[in-house]
């Protein structure tokens, strides 16, 4: 285990080369918790850093342990349709009140929470990525609204930074209706028990880009309102050591 005087040394060349150490001394000494300990990016909501815990080629469910940040086996799929895109996170976002709000003000209802995760991405790409556990930029172009059990549990849509086939869309309306018809299925049917009619998931409508930049601008606030200013507090524990 790393002694003070070794982390006060990486400290002093973290500040040495990096005009943002405390996110650099984070990354020699752990590695990063997949929601809580890497960074949205500073160009979030337009351009966001995506953690994904699927590809579609994935006949399992995975998703990150939220107390250890290990990718873990949720379940088997139980039919035999797969998740149609890269499919993950958005780091220190939250699912909770102002997010919720907003889905009472589109749809109209009353009574709906915040599902208590992070904010769920679909990204869109022209290259195979053969498995989960990796960062990478997305550019948010839309979104759909879904009501899970009578919690907001949006979905937003998003393409690969400099993908060749899909880096230029800047809006959902660019998507071919296939691949949102696509999502939607999968979406509505993935938590599904076999010999079930009816699925508790739900989806009001597809929205935006504007639409879904405020959404992820919601579920920061959502975020450090529930967990605080990460940085601050991290600077204010190094600042003990010295």
Known sequence: MMNMQEARTIMKKARATSSDPIWQLMGVLYKSHPWHGIQIGPEAPRVVTAYIE???TDTVKYEIDKATGHLKVDRPQRFSNHCPTLYGLIPQTYCAERVAELCMERTGRTGIMGDGDPIDICVLTEKQISHGDILLHAIPIGGLRMIDKNEADD???AVMQGDAVYGQW???????PDVIDRLRHYFLTYKQAPG???S???ITDIYNREEAEEIIRRSQEDYKARYGDLETILTSALRLWG
Do not use: A, L, N, Y
């Open 54 to 56: 699927m590809v579609p």
């Open 155 to 157: 979905k937003i849509i």
């Open 170 to 176: 800047r809006d959902v309306s660019e998507c071919p």
């Open 196 to 198: 079930e009619k009816q």
């Open 200 to 202: 508790t998931c739900e």
